[in-house]
């Protein structure tokens, strides 16, 4: 026997796990479809976006906020975004005064406004300081999000998250797979709603 033919199997079932994720994403269209009607409301206000989240999570929070600010969709506008894992010297700073479980906290307590949105990253739902930011985000009034994976962990129970959106898997690759589809979704839907609703009072349609 081919060692093609012996891995093909795998392959198979390597597509049939992200097949049952995808499958699952699509089961919380309604979740979505509101979150990016919030969204779209709220960047309408004059409010931005923050996003962070720990290692691959920071790259997915820089991914996000880049997606908003510098669309490569021609003709479609930018919103604003930011990501808090993208300054290391904040980051570092504010974790070795304050502990690591405050970096995101003590950020967004400094850079947001009630019109803002918090959207946290984390693979398996048990970041603590992920879930501090929102806790933080959610007392300052914020709307606040969580992308996570496995099966939320905290972060899925907490009161302090709006809307949680969970990439069905336990497989860290296909979570992340899924999650850079969700974000792509945020972002496509949100320009959707955006683009839908009325100018607010006093503002020119663009």
Request: proline content about 3%.
């Amino acid at each position: 026997m081919s060692a093609i033919s012996t891995m093909k199997p795998a392959v198979s079932e390597a597509f049939a796990r992200r097949d049952r994720a995808g499958r699952a994403l699509g089961d919380d269209a309604e979740r979505i479809a509101r979150a990016c009607q919030e969204m779209a409301v709220l960047f309408r206000l004059g409010g931005k976006l923050i996003v962070f989240g720990n290692g691959g999570g920071g790259t997915d929070a820089a991914h996000i906020a880049v997606e908003f600010m510098h669309p490569v969709i021609v003709g479609k506008r930018a919103l604003p975004a930011v990501a808090l894992s993208n300054d290391a010297a904040t980051v570092s700073g504010v974790g070795n005064d304050e502990g690591l479980a405050e970096v995101f906290a003590h950020q967004v307590r400094h850079w947001a406004d009630t019109s803002d949105m918090a959207l946290g990253i984390s693979r398996d739902g048990r970041c603590a300081n992920v879930l501090r930011g929102l806790e933080t985000a959610k007392d300052q009034g914020l709307f606040t999000l969580a992308l996570i994976g496995g099966d939320g962990g905290a972060l899925a129970r907490s009161p302090a998250v709006d809307h949680v959106l969970v990439a069905g898997s336990d497989d860290p690759a296909v979570v992340k797979e899924i999650h850079v589809t969700i974000y792509h979704l945020l972002w496509e839907l949100v320009h959707v709603f955006f683009d839908r609703t009325g100018p607010l009072s006093g503002e020119t349609p663009g």
